[in-house]
């Protein structure tokens, strides 16, 4: 096989990063908090904010769901509490900061994305006192806190839905909402062929004959952005929150919220096409909800309430929006970064991520962002599962085998993870890890369909599965009713499989996957510097190399051979070396 061309090396390469001293210390039981992190430890994760108001340019973002992460009150579902004795964990992990998933008041018919009022903790996760001790512990810590914000609806159990639902047709509490009058001889029928993203028409009839729009659960009615009262109370929740020292925002569907509401309603056509498939059949910034021009005067006008803060306020968009659109999302006059799905859904070739990772980062560039990149989520299979998934493989027929059509094999997905979050962690820009992807976990693809609380499973007549099995509680220790999670038993059931995957058995081990993730970040905190890299010429099939504008090198394979390594040292590796100076298949190096 052809040795490629090695990328161009800065005159002085960096040097090697020790191993820290003292090894993390050892996850404490459940009923036991964990120790406070050592002050070496602390200073793996410092805060950037005061010598540098772009700290969110190249940081590592880890989500937290916090009904999943840690559960301090033995209840089975997580809590505030939980996140707080857990910090340590992610300090010695070293990343940048933590987003915390909705934590508000909720039914949960959506997760928490169904928000009673966005000002508060829901009281089975805690309190505001809560919050305020978590995020006073994050920064002692040196970790940014993000927080969702959900603007697009609220839950039908808000004060404003349920004054607009006993105020009556042409109230003007119902103009906070998109309600409107069905067709058809008696208003019988919807008054569009909108579909909701959980399945079904996007319109709900009430008792009064009038129908309201959820583009989600019908618990989820969509708010009226073209009503100022809409407008000015998100401003509230923003200053709310950055008030009591929220660093940034992680802004739910922010390509939904300005609807085309002029009558008549324009039909899509049935089926609806989802997702972008929707946003290609139409114009650019046409379709009647999704990605419309008007949706960036709303965050210009945020903009100016998270600038008016020292420093400024940052966010990032959920937009499932094609790249050049999602750009828009992220000038510096509105939301600063937007997630890139485009990368999250490229499959496991190395020319298709190498054309994600080169537009991406021209895109980014041309409106003077950085780039984002993102492999799971709570929305999405974890990519340690996906990754195998043969390509054209339909996730969710996959998710109701329970995992076993086609079979997955764990250790050769995990092999092919480690290898994804190298690559993920040397590009320019800022990483967004999912709670759990430290550890390795795959997705639990084999839950019972009597435990599942996604309302995917229901709104979809019981044929799409939902997201349930990316948010299965973490394990942290090798034993005990829910592995560390907490005194008592978990809300989703834990497969035996996770205590080989608890922090507890890879903490201070060798070569395992939360060991390489420490090493990762704290090398990459040394070594990155700057937002470009160079592309390899000459690499064999299946190889992507590139070089970053500090002079360090980062080699995936991707093929299913071993390939001869260039020259350099070797920083990390996915997996052990080959020792014949070849990259193993599934294996990414960094090099000096």
């Known amino acids: 096989m052809t040795e490629f061309a090695p990328a161009p090396q800065a005159d002085q390469p960096p040097a090697p990063v020790p191993e820290a001293n003292q090894p993390p210390a050892p996850v404490p039981e459940a009923d036991q908090p964990p120790a406070p992190v050592p002050e070496a430890d602390q200073q793996t994760a410092p805060d950037f904010s005061t010598r540098n108001p772009d700290w969110w340019r190249q940081a590592v973002v880890y989500q937290v769901y916090p009904r999943s992460f840690a559960d301090a009150d033995g209840d089975g579902l997580g809590d505030l509490r939980g996140i707080t004795d857990r910090l340590p964990h992610l300090a010695a992990l070293g990343v940048d900061a933590l987003w915390l998933s909705p934590f508000y008041p909720s039914e949960l018919a959506d997760g928490g994305y169904d928000v009673i009022d966005p000002r508060d903790v829901d009281p089975r996760l805690g309190s505001l006192d809560d919050f305020d001790a978590l995020a006073a512990e994050a920064h002692r810590l040196g970790l940014k806190v993000i927080v969702d914000i959900v603007p697009n609806h609220t839950s039908h159990l808000h004060v404003w839905f349920q004054e607009a639902l006993a105020s009556g047709p042409g109230s003007p509490a119902r103009d906070r909402y998109v309600f409107r009058d069905g067709r058809g001889a008696h208003g019988e029928l919807p008054p569009s062929d909108w579909q909701s993203v959980f399945g079904g028409s996007a319109w709900q009839r009430v008792p009064d004959g009038q129908w309201y729009l959820h583009l989600f659960a019908r618990e989820q009615p969509d708010l009226n952005w073209d009503h100022d009262e809409v407008r000015e109370d998100v401003r509230t929740t923003l200053r709310f929150w950055s008030d009591r020292g929220v660093d940034g925002f992680r802004v739910d569907v922010a390509h939904a ?336």
């Open 257 to 592: 919220l300005v609807k085309d509401l002029s009558e008549p309603l324009r039909d899509l056509g049935a089926p609806e096409p989802s997702g972008e498939e929707a946003l290609m059949a139409l114009p650019p910034g046409t379709h009647p909800f999704y990605d419309r021009d008007e949706v960036h005067e709303i965050y210009r006008d945020w903009r100016r309430v998270l600038d008016a803060y020292s420093p400024p306020r940052t966010a990032v968009a959920e937009a499932w929006v094609p790249g050049a659109r999602r750009a828009l999302y992220a000038r510096p006059d509105e939301l600063n970064q937007a997630f890139n799905f485009e990368y999250l859904q490229a499959p496991w070739d190395a020319e298709a991520i190498r054309g994600v990772i080169t537009s991406s980062l021209a895109e980014a560039r041309a409106v003077g962002a950085s780039a984002t990149w993102v492999l799971s989520n709570h929305d999405v299979v974890r990519h340690a599962s996906r990754l195998m998934l043969p390509p054209g493989t339909d996730e969710n027929a996959w998710l109701l085998s329970g995992g076993h059509a086609p079979h997955v094999d764990e250790e050769a997905g995990l092999r092919r993870a480690r290898a994804a979050t190298l690559l993920m962690l040397a590009l320019p820009g800022s990483s967004y890890v999912y709670q759990g992807e430290e550890l390795g976990l795959p997705e639990v693809a084999d839950l019972p369909v009597e435990v599942l609380q996604d309302p995917l499973w229901e709104q979809s007549g019981r044929v799409r599965k939902g997201r349930d099995g990316s948010r299965v509680p973490l394990p942290w220790t090798t034993t005990g009713p829910s592995y560390g999670f907490g005194a008592g038993g978990a809300w989703l059931p834990q497969p035996e499989s996770f205590a080989r995957y608890a922090v507890q058995a890879q903490d201070g081990t060798h070569g395992s996957t939360l060991e390489l993730y420490r090493r990762a970040l704290r090398l990459r905190r040394k070594l990155l510097d700057g937002e470009d890299l160079t592309w390899a010429e000459g690499t064999p099939p299946g190889v992507l190399a590139f070089a970053r504008s500090d002079g360090w090198r980062c080699v995936a394979n991707l093929s299913d051979e071993p390939v001869p390594c260039p020259p350099g040292e070797v920083l990390l590796s996915s997996t052990p070396p080959t020792g014949d100076g070849r990259i193993g298949p599934d294996t990414t190096v960094w090099l000096a």
